[in-house]
């Protein structure tokens, strides 16, 4: 009998501390820089550089937490203003983007694909210009703490042989 209550008070105690325990948003980023296809090369009728000038840039964010995440805040940089603050040349060439963020959900989907002229940018300037570029996520947690991370693009970026 008095095993049984011990196993009854751990798991009591397990659960209570199971309960009482914030746990972190599971969040999960992919940048990805690759080459353009003939075809968006084509549709996109390029007058002013060949093929191997543009890449495809492409940003996932995705976030997934339980109900104790409240207040979700999230904030992505604008690729237009990055690409065209490089250097003198006007970058960013077209670009779209979609999210799915409704604040009743436990989850945020957050996606930008930019089309942006390279010529003159080894990977390791392009990965440089996101250097101080980052991602901000805020919440209030269960404890009504408000907690923020931040996740630097670069940290984030591959680059693909293959066109995206």
Sequence with gaps: MKKLVFIFVVLLIIGVLAFCNDS????E?????SPI????YNILNYKDGAIDDYKLFKLDFH???DDSVKEREIYIPDL???????DDIARFDNGNGSEQDNQRGNFATYNRIAVFYSKGL????????FSDEKITVAWVNGK???VEMEYTIADFIEFSSEPG
Excluded: L
């Excluded at 237009?80 to 490089?86: D, G, L, P, R, Y």
């Excluded at 990977?123 to 210009?129: F, L, M, Q, Y």
């Design 122 to 129: 080894s990977n390791n300037d392009i990965k440089e210009v």
């Design 80 to 86: 237009m203003e990055i690409f065209n603050n490089i």
């Design 63 to 65: 976030m997934k937490h």
């Design 144 to 146: 009504n703490e408000k």
């Design 24 to 27: 972190e948003p599971d969040i």
């Design 29 to 33: 980023i992919e940048a990805t820089i």
């Design 37 to 40: 296809s003939e075809y968006e």
